[in-house]
């Protein structure tokens, strides 16, 4: 296995479904030997068990002497629930590191440095772009002290969610569906606005491909903002996942609040005033819009009035990523993917 392999394997351990997001990196290491086979390899499956480094060195024993270790993010330097990964891999006796990218917390960066001066040979950058997105919720957190904020929503060609009698099931396909599940359990909050709550009663759980939901300790937090009550019978409330009721207005603070509980990745999936609300405050990082072959005239607009009088003021974004979802015998939606 070449060191790009290696990286690429520990990144999908990284990756891999069921571990918890929330304030803590998602890390994957892979121990190589001279020849380049794998002598062990191991994740973080969270905050307060051991880091990545440390669970591989633990399963690699004596045999990572001598061998490379092959890591998505830059070794840590400090000791907080556990011991600094730069310490292990010294005394673990490897003789190579190589990392993603660095460590961007200032608590935790300089492990690179540690190894350097115990006279390991360090290299940085191997799959940087794609060990960054595996953690860019937690990356954009140390960056702007919130979560990172996905606008995810459904349109049909003509800019409508809904049609005039509020009516909206379906305007994507089961495809694109299926996809905002995958969005969601890649997500630690679901947010929707109370309005929305109101209007279409959602569950906002996440279900397999089979429609199945997930276990409760598999679901993002929902959380609902607004100042309007919710029925105390509201599907968003019921016990298929923890909810989080914010009775305010003021986004800044729902977002320093979900924070604060360690949340780093915010799908929103609220109606068009609250999207509009995210908007103008400039609180949007991604959006992912299904737009469907569909047009309906008049209805309800994928987003109410941003405050913009003429095209020049225009909010414009980059398309990062395309695709078309669909299933036999029904009409593609194309979803797009963008960033300010």
């Not at 296995?1 to 997001?21: C, D």
């Not at 001066?117 to 002290?145: K, P, S």
């Not at 709550?197 to 569950?203: N, T, Y």
Request: charged residues 25%; proline residues 6%.
């Amino acid at each position: 296995m070449t060191e790009r392999e290696a990286m690429m394997r520990a990144l999908e351990l990284a990756a891999q479904p069921g571990l918890p997001l929330g304030p803590n990196p998602r890390v994957g290491c892979v121990v190589l030997d001279d020849h380049g086979e794998v002598v062990a390899e191991g994740w973080h499956r969270g905050a307060g068990t051991p880091h990545a480094e440390a669970d591989t060195l633990t399963k690699a024993g004596s045999a990572a002497r001598g061998a490379t270790a092959v890591v998505t993010l830059e070794p840590c330097n400090h000791t907080g629930r556990t011991g600094p990964c730069a310490q292990a891999l010294i005394e673990a006796g490897v003789r190579r590191v190589v990392y993603a990218h660095g460590d961007p917390n200032p608590v935790a960066t300089g492990g690179a440095a540690t190894l350097r001066a115990a006279g390991i040979t360090v290299e940085e950058g191997l799959l940087a772009d794609d060990a960054r997105r595996l953690n860019r919720g937690w990356l954009h957190g140390l960056a702007h002290g919130r979560p990172f904020v996905t606008w995810k929503f459904a349109t049909t060609l003509d800019g409508y969610s809904a049609a005039a009698d509020g009516t909206s099931r379906w305007i994507s396909n089961a495809a694109a569906r299926r996809d905002v599940h995958r969005l969601r359990f890649e997500s630690d909050v679901v947010v929707v606005g109370t309005s929305t709550v109101i209007a279409d009663d959602p569950q906002l759980s996440v279900r397999d491909d089979h429609g199945e939901p997930l276990p409760r300790e598999l679901q993002p937090l929902r959380a609902v903002i607004g100042l309007r009550p919710v029925a105390h019978d509201a599907k968003v409330l019921d016990d298929s996942a923890e909810t989080l009721v914010l009775a305010t207005r003021d986004l800044d603070d729902a977002l320093t609040g979900l924070f604060g509980l360690g949340r780093r990745h915010v799908l929103l999936e609220g109606g068009p005033t609250l999207a509009a609300a995210f908007m103008r405050a400039g609180l949007v990082d991604e959006i992912v819009a299904y737009v469907a072959p569909v047009l309906l005239g008049a209805g309800r607009s994928a987003v109410a009035d941003l405050g913009i009088t003429t095209i020049a003021d225009a909010r414009r974004f980059r398309v990062t990523d395309t695709a078309v979802l669909w299933d036999v015998g029904e009409e593609p939606t194309m979803r797009l993917t963008l960033e300010p």
